[in-house]
């Protein structure tokens, strides 16, 4: 079973920043594009940011356009590619689990069910 592993959650007070990682085994998802999810308690998960599989090109959620910043590193002379998401400017509603996830698309999507790997999340808590 291919698993996607994130790190780099934590508590943090609004105005200050994290940085989340996600491992992928290089060699399948090298090609894949891959993106950041969230969902918070109670809600629907939501799309947060999206990177092709060369990380040329990125989308953003509105909502944390300006703030969040996705990107990867394909170095094929390690075994493991990481994918990062840093956080600037957190807000208390920026709380939620971040699932990373990969598509075995080359171009990335918003959508969640293009998504074919997921990661078991990391908790991201933001006080006010």
Not at 13 to 34: E, I, K, V
């Amino acid at each position: 079973q291919v698993q996607l592993v994130e790190s780099g959650g934590g508590l943090v007070q609004a105005g200050g920043s994290l940085s989340l990682s996600c491992a992928a085994p290089g060699r399948t998802f090298s090609n894949y594009a891959m993106g950041w999810f969230r969902q918070a308690p109670g809600k629907e998960r939501e799309f947060v940011a999206a990177i092709s599989w060369s990380g040329s090109s990125t989308y953003y959620a509105d909502s944390v356009k300006g703030r969040f910043t996705i990107s990867r590193d394909n170095n094929k002379n390690t075994l493991y590619l990481q994918m990062y998401l840093q956080m600037n400017s957190l807000k208390p509603e920026d709380t939620a689990v971040y699932y990373c996830a990969a598509t075995k698309q080359s171009y990335p999507s918003i959508n969640l069910g293009a998504y074919n790997y997921w990661g078991q999340g990391t908790q991201v808590t933001v006080s006010s």
